[in-house]
């Protein structure tokens, strides 16, 4: 099984390049975060750290 991972991007096009990526490497891609520009991912990145230590995967 691929492994799954959770991904935190400025906007669409990101998303759509690390979707390819992740096909490349074959991961699975759960959650979306972000989409909302570069200043929500600065505000919400001790949030997207403290997933990743609590055993989530975010790329």
């Known amino acids: 099984m691929r492994p799954l991972i959770s991904i935190a991007v400025e906007g ?3 998303e759509a390049v690390v979707r390819r ?11 979306v975060h972000g989409l909302q520009g570069k200043p929500y991912l600065k505000k919400n ?3 997207f750290n403290s997933s990743t ?3 989530n995967n975010l790329l």
């Open 45 to 47: 990145i001790l949030a």
């Open 12 to 14: 669409p096009t990101d």
């Open 21 to 31: 990526i992740a096909i490349e490497c074959d991961l699975r891609i759960g959650s």
């Open 53 to 55: 230590v609590s055993g």
